[in-house]
């Protein structure tokens, strides 16, 4: 028999065969899908690893300059040898093999250099300065450790010319904390690889460095270490497994430094990049430093995390034993081969569908945050998803079965439509929770009612921050009335965008008329062209003004207002406009004007009076003199005001020419009476001796408590 006839013969059991190798070899891609999943995780997991370490290699290295600076804040004086004897004990070359030098670069103004370079010759003999070219100020290496550091930079070399150290110095300096440079070639170091250095500035002790100018009349010098890259990561590179590939870049994100630098491979350096294949894994990690951030990247083939070999061998042993076993099943209905091929196939294809369909729908069911119930026709539990088993778990335990409503009598109706409705129910700890059910029947596919269902979604939060928000805005609103007549917001242009309507409700002004408008615009406010410039002034410069009284019109009138406001920013610091609040004082100034108006017509009178009138402070100073009192007593008004009436005012009796006691210390003694008039002789100014009649009466505030004292006196003519 033919080969040709052997397919023909057992096409249905070739075909189920071949099927089932299909699925069995998309179900192997789908493990080694998911299988590259898990390799990608455990890469990223390996490289932010790497990435920690190396940042903690970095601080520990960090730490080292930290101490040498805190060593020149105790002693800006600090020398060679005692900056050599503490990197010694620090054992630094030892500890980091990364580390290429320490060095101390100090700050030299062209006119301190003379005296710069004497001072050292006394410390080192041999010391000089090698200077590029003329500056107002140079950034010489004064101290290096190890002296024989294999660079170009030795003690009294100018490192001013080199950009990026230069920058780095400066933005540290400006800045007050450590900062790391760019990346650059080492030149004079073996095979001249990319290194970097970290700075700290040092600055005068007990001197202010609050600011940019205080940090830079303070600043003595910087302490830096030179370290090189890959030697930062040669010791991370031998951890790395040999089929993985790491790399190190400089994103050219810094702290203000070289902002607009391009990001560089620095690790491996002088070679090509490796373009990552098609099939090859990438995880990445940030490494932060001091005023630099480096980008780790691992380069690693799928292969590099070995899938388990016996899992695919069971996957195809079953998969091939399981097509075989359809295979020689299907074979045998040959006989009605077309019947129970297109039925296997729709049927498979229904029931994949429908389990697909199944399974989605149980699982988002399941998963739902919401409660959901479904009912029979007897009104009996016959579903309930995880949320609401786990709600109702302690007052119902077993849902299932259960035949009375859980949230509202409703559950249990017969209802056509879809119902929406709120509802609210404590728990067993007494908790209250809000929800929103939505009631709909089920039908089968005969459109037959069988049940009905409920989704229950808590909306407790949403509730609670409802009723918050409104007592915030009565809050708000109690406060607003009870501080201020109204408030008020501008935007940056200083218009109107809002106010409180009470205050424009109780004065019928229409708001619609102040919204999009700027203060100046709606009136000249009965104020100068130079009261109203120096308003504007602070408001552009963005500051609060506070008791800005102006006038406002109001219908056929206008009020006095006085109102204060404040500018406000968004989380970037950018100007946003003005709030504020504003008082009515039209009632207080009318008032006040009234009071001076009254003042003024009773000074008017008194003047008038021949009577000498001397009104008096309860202590006995002097508030008030009319025309007459300052004749009698021949005295001048400036030298009086504010005196005790005794230095002008005394008295002796007519008959005996005895002193008397004055009217002030009788009406202080007896309040409630006033004394009586009586005929003395007063002593003025020059000592003459005048009979006149004195009385004094009481002065009392509309609440009747008394403020203070008249002396009202006038001369007796003997004929």
Same mark, same amino acid.
């Given at each position: 028999?033919?080969?040709?006839?052997?397919? =023909?013969?057992?096409?249905?059991?070739?075909?189920?065969?071949?099927?089932?190798?299909?699925?069995?070899?998309?179900?192997?891609?789908?493990?080694?899908?998911?299988?590259?999943?898990?390799?990608?995780?455990?890469?990223?997991?390996?490289?932010?690893?790497?990435?920690?370490?190396?940042?903690?290699?970095?601080?520990?290295?960090?730490?080292?300059? =930290?101490?040498?600076?805190?060593?020149?804040?105790?002693?800006?004086?600090?020398?060679?040898?005692?900056?050599?004897?503490?990197?010694?004990?620090?054992?630094?070359?030892?500890?980091?093999?990364?580390?290429?030098?320490?060095?101390?670069?100090?700050?030299?103004?062209?006119?301190?250099?003379?005296?710069?370079?004497?001072?050292?010759?006394?410390?080192?003999?041999?010391?000089?300065?090698?200077?590029?070219?003329?500056?107002?100020?140079?950034?010489?290496?004064?101290?290096?450790?190890?002296?024989?550091?294999?660079?170009?930079?030795?003690?009294?070399?100018?490192?001013?010319?080199?950009?990026?150290?230069?920058?780095?110095?400066?933005?540290?300096?400006?800045?007050?904390?450590?900062?790391?440079?760019?990346?650059?070639?080492?030149?004079?170091?073996?095979?001249?690889?990319?290194?970097?250095?970290?700075?700290?500035?040092?600055?005068?002790?007990?001197?202010?460095?609050?600011?940019?100018?205080?940090?830079?009349?303070?600043?003595?010098?910087?302490?830096?270490?030179?370290?090189?890259?890959?030697?930062?990561?040669?010791?991370?590179?031998?951890?790395?497994?040999?089929?993985?590939?790491?790399?190190?870049?400089?994103?050219?994100?810094?702290?203000?430094?070289?902002?607009?630098?391009?990001?560089?491979?620095?690790?491996?350096?002088?070679?090509?990049?490796?373009?990552? &294949?098609?099939?090859?894994?990438?995880?990445?990690? @940030?490494?932060?430093?001091?005023?630099?951030?480096?980008? @780790?990247?691992?380069?690693?083939?799928?292969?590099?995390?070995?899938?388990?070999?016996?899992?695919?061998?069971?996957?195809?042993?079953?998969?091939?034993?399981?097509?075989?076993?359809?295979?020689?099943?299907?074979?045998?209905?040959?006989?009605?081969?077309?019947?129970?091929?297109?039925?296997?196939?729709?049927?498979?294809?229904?029931?994949?569908?429908?389990?697909?369909?199944?399974?989605?729908?149980?699982?988002?069911?399941?998963?739902?945050?919401?409660?959901?119930?479904?009912?029979?026709?007897?009104?009996?539990?016959?579903? +309930?998803?995880?949320?609401?088993?786990?709600?109702?778990?302690?007052?119902?335990?077993?849902?299932?079965?259960?035949?009375?409503?859980?949230?509202?009598?409703?559950?249990?109706?017969?209802?056509?439509?879809?119902?929406?409705?709120?509802?609210?129910?404590?728990?067993?700890?007494?908790? #209250?929770?809000?929800?929103?059910?939505?009631?709909?029947?089920?039908?089968?596919?005969?459109?037959?009612?069988?049940?009905?269902?409920?989704?229950?979604?808590?909306?407790?939060?949403?509730?609670?921050?409802?009723?918050?928000?409104?007592?915030? =805005?009565?809050?708000?609103?109690?406060?607003?009335?009870?501080?201020?007549?109204?408030?008020?917001?501008?935007?940056?242009?200083?218009?109107?965008?809002?106010?409180? &309507?009470?205050?424009?409700?109780?004065?019928?002004?229409?708001?619609?008329?102040?919204?999009?408008?700027?203060?100046?615009?709606?009136?000249?406010?009965?104020?100068?062209?130079?009261?109203?410039?120096?308003?504007?002034? %602070? #408001?552009?410069?963005?500051?609060?003004?506070?008791?800005?009284?102006?006038?406002?019109?109001?219908?056929?009138?206008?009020?006095?207002?006085?109102?204060?406001?404040?500018?406000?920013?968004?989380?970037?610091?950018?100007?946003?406009?003005?709030?504020?609040?504003?008082?009515?004082?039209?009632?207080?100034?009318?008032?006040?004007?009234?009071? %001076?108006?009254?003042?003024?017509?009773?000074?008017?009178?008194?003047?008038?009076?021949?009577?000498?009138?001397?009104?008096?402070?309860?202590?006995?100073?002097?508030?008030?003199?009319?025309?007459?009192?300052?004749?009698?007593?021949?005295?001048?008004? +400036?030298?009086?005001?504010?005196?005790?009436?005794?230095?002008?005012? =005394?008295?002796?009796?007519?008959?005996?020419?005895?002193?008397? +006691?004055? #009217?002030?210390?009788?009406?202080?003694?007896?309040?409630?009476?006033?004394?009586?008039?009586?005929?003395?002789?007063?002593?003025?100014?020059?000592?003459?001796?005048?009979?006149?009649?004195?009385?004094?009466?009481?002065?009392?505030?509309?609440?009747?408590?008394?403020?203070?004292?008249?002396?009202?006196?006038?001369?007796?003519?003997?004929?």
């Amino acid at each position: 028999m033919s080969i040709l006839s052997l397919s =023909r013969k057992y096409r249905v059991a070739l075909r189920s065969f071949v099927v089932g190798l299909l699925l069995t070899t998309c179900l192997q891609a789908w493990l080694n899908f998911q299988h590259q999943g898990h390799a990608q995780t455990q890469l990223d997991h390996l490289a932010r690893d790497y990435a920690e370490r190396v940042e903690f290699k970095l601080d520990a290295e960090i730490n080292i300059l =930290r101490g040498i600076q805190n060593a020149f804040i105790a002693n800006p004086n600090l020398n060679k040898k005692t900056f050599s004897t503490i990197l010694k004990q620090q054992n630094i070359q030892g500890r980091f093999p990364d580390f290429v030098s320490v060095h101390f670069i100090r700050e030299v103004k062209t006119a301190d250099l003379e005296s710069y370079i004497a001072q050292r010759k006394l410390d080192d003999p041999g010391f000089s300065v090698s200077l590029n070219s003329p500056r107002p100020v140079y950034q010489i290496v004064d101290y290096v450790f190890p002296e024989n550091a294999p660079l170009y930079e030795p003690a009294g070399a100018d490192i001013s010319s080199q950009t990026s150290n230069l920058i780095a110095i400066e933005y540290a300096r400006d800045q007050g904390r450590g900062v790391a440079s760019p990346a650059y070639p080492l030149n004079g170091y073996k095979n001249t690889p990319l290194g970097f250095v970290i700075h700290f500035p040092i600055y005068i002790p007990n001197k202010p460095i609050t600011n940019q100018k205080e940090r830079r009349a303070a600043f003595v010098g910087s302490v830096g270490a030179i370290f090189t890259i890959e030697k930062t990561v040669t010791w991370l590179a031998k951890d790395v497994e040999k089929n993985i590939r790491l790399q190190l870049q400089d994103t050219g994100a810094t702290s203000g430094l070289n902002e607009q630098k391009k990001s560089q491979i620095i690790y491996p350096y002088k070679n090509k990049t490796q373009l990552a &294949p098609n099939n090859e894994l990438t995880a990445n990690a @940030l490494i932060q430093f001091p005023g630099r951030q480096w980008r @780790l990247s691992l380069y690693a083939p799928v292969s590099a995390f070995p899938q388990p070999s016996l899992l695919n061998y069971m996957l195809w042993v079953l998969g091939i034993s399981l097509s075989a076993f359809i295979a020689m099943l299907l074979q045998r209905q040959r006989n009605s081969r077309e019947s129970a091929l297109d039925l296997a196939e729709q049927i498979t294809q229904d029931l994949r569908k429908n389990e697909q369909h199944y399974q989605q729908m149980a699982q988002l069911t399941e998963e739902s945050h919401d409660l959901i119930i479904s009912r029979d026709l007897q009104g009996k539990i016959i579903y +309930a998803n995880r949320a609401a088993r786990l709600y109702f778990a302690d007052s119902t335990p077993i849902l299932l079965g259960k035949n009375k409503p859980l949230l509202l009598s409703a559950e249990l109706a017969i209802n056509e439509t879809p119902i929406l409705q709120e509802c609210q129910h404590s728990n067993a700890e007494g908790e #209250l929770h809000f929800f929103e059910l939505t009631l709909f029947p089920l039908y089968n596919q005969e459109e037959k009612y069988v049940g009905s269902a409920m989704f229950a979604h808590d909306i407790t939060q949403h509730k609670e921050l409802f009723i918050e928000l409104q007592k915030s =805005r009565e809050r708000f609103a109690s406060l607003v009335e009870m501080s201020a007549d109204w408030y008020w917001e501008q935007d940056k242009d200083c218009r109107f965008t809002q106010v409180s &309507p009470g205050f424009f409700k109780r004065h019928a002004i229409n708001r619609k008329s102040v919204i999009g408008h700027q203060r100046w615009d709606l009136s000249d406010g009965r104020l100068s062209s130079e009261e109203w410039r120096v308003h504007k002034a %602070q #408001l552009d410069a963005h500051k609060s003004f506070h008791d800005f009284i102006y006038t406002m019109q109001a219908g056929s009138g206008s009020l006095i207002v006085r109102t204060s406001g404040q500018p406000y920013f968004n989380e970037q610091g950018e100007f946003l406009g003005y709030r504020g609040i504003g008082h009515d004082i039209t009632a207080s100034r009318n008032n006040e004007q009234a009071v %001076q108006l009254e003042q003024q017509r009773i000074a008017s009178i008194l003047n008038t009076m021949a009577d000498g009138v001397i009104t008096l402070a309860l202590n006995g100073d002097i508030e008030f003199m009319n025309p007459a009192a300052i004749h009698l007593l021949n005295c001048r008004t +400036a030298t009086t005001i504010g005196k005790h009436i005794d230095h002008i005012y =005394r008295v002796i009796s007519a008959e005996e020419h005895t002193p008397l +006691a004055s #009217l002030l210390s009788i009406a202080l003694s007896a309040v409630e009476t006033t004394p009586e008039p009586r005929e003395v002789l007063l002593l003025n100014a020059r000592s003459h001796s005048m009979l006149i009649y004195e009385s004094l009466i009481h002065l009392k505030n509309s609440k009747g408590t008394l403020t203070g004292l008249a002396l009202i006196f006038h001369a007796i003519h003997h004929k």
